[in-house]
């Protein structure tokens, strides 16, 4: 019997190769921007809550948390779509699934400011109007 033959290593030749480069894939931009505005949507609805409950002043900052909440979670939305049907890394998937939360978080908080202003406005509102007008001007006689 002839025994298995191996095949042999080529000699070394001291010649070192330089490592190859690989060229990194760019981030779905969907990802990017669903990150981006919910980080803003969270800024401004948590930033605006304080200012808008002491007076109403912070209302259209929160709003502008609502609106930047909801592009958030639609990007994030699509951006996860186009990347399951690419087959993308988990980091991209992470960034999109990451913009959603806080687009969502964005949209909560900032609808919850919205929700106690009213109340509590209207509940201030009413116990201002159950005295008549006359009472508050002149004082109790």
């Keep these: 019997m002839e025994p298995d033959k191996q095949p042999v290593p080529a000699p070394l030749t001291g010649e070192v190769l330089p490592?190859?480069?690989?060229?990194?894939?760019?981030?779905?931009?969907?990802?990017?921007?669903?990150?981006i505005l919910g980080v803003a949507s969270v800024c401004l609805s948590v930033g605006s809550a304080l200012i808008t409950l002491v007076c109403c002043a912070?209302?259209?900052?929160?709003?502008?948390?609502?609106?930047?909440?909801?592009?958030?979670a639609v990007c994030g939305h699509v951006g996860l779509s186009q990347i399951a049907r690419s087959g993308g890394r988990d980091r991209e998937r992470n960034m999109a699934i990451a913009g959603m939360v806080a687009g969502y978080v964005g949209i909560?908080?900032?609808l919850l400011v919205v929700i106690l202003t009213v109340v509590l406005g209207g509940a201030l509102l009413a116990g201002a109007a159950s005295e008549p007008l006359w009472r508050l001007i002149d004082g109790p006689n």
């Design 108 to 110: 909560g908080v900032g």
């Design 19 to 35: 490592p190859q480069a690989t060229t990194p894939t760019p981030a779905n931009p969907l990802a990017v921007i669903s990150i």
């Design 58 to 72: 912070g209302l259209p900052a929160v709003a502008l948390g609502i609106v930047f909440g909801a592009g958030a």
